[in-house]
């Protein structure tokens, strides 16, 4: 069974640092586009970076220039990494894969179980 394991959550102080990490596991055939979003409470979820199978990158207005997104395509894995955090990025933070498992097959959506990254003083 495919599945996304996701790290790297945690609390930081206004202006540190974080990285997040999202493996995909199991057995697939593909992996097209990679990415995450956040969901801060009584809030809607929404995209924060992606990353396709070329490398072309699209971010929020919000974490340009302070987040970067990237892919490690022989560890089928994203990560994004987080400076100069501020207390609004408080937020739980999905993965999101598109991938198919076989070469016949139809592309799929797969969402990790989310990683609470918390930013306070």
């Known amino acids: 069974q495919v599945q996304l394991v996701e790290s790297g959550g945690g609390l930081v102080q206004p202006g540190g640092s974080l990285r997040l990490s999202c493996a995909v596991s199991g057995s697939i055939f593909s992996i097209n586009g990679m990415g995450w979003y956040r969901q801060a409470p009584g809030k809607e979820r929404e995209l924060v970076a992606r990353i396709n199978s070329g490398g072309s990158t699209d971010y929020a207005d919000s974490v340009k220039g302070v987040f970067t997104i990237s892919r490690a395509n022989a560890k089928n894995t994203v990560y994004l990494e987080m400076n100069s955090l501020k207390p609004e990025d408080t937020a739980v933070y999905y993965c999101?894969?598109?991938?198919?498992?076989?070469?016949?097959?139809?592309?799929?959506?797969?969402w990790g179980q989310g990683t609470l990254v918390t930013v306070s003083s």
């Open positions: 999101n894969v598109v991938l198919k498992v076989s070469a016949s097959g139809k592309y799929s959506e797969l």
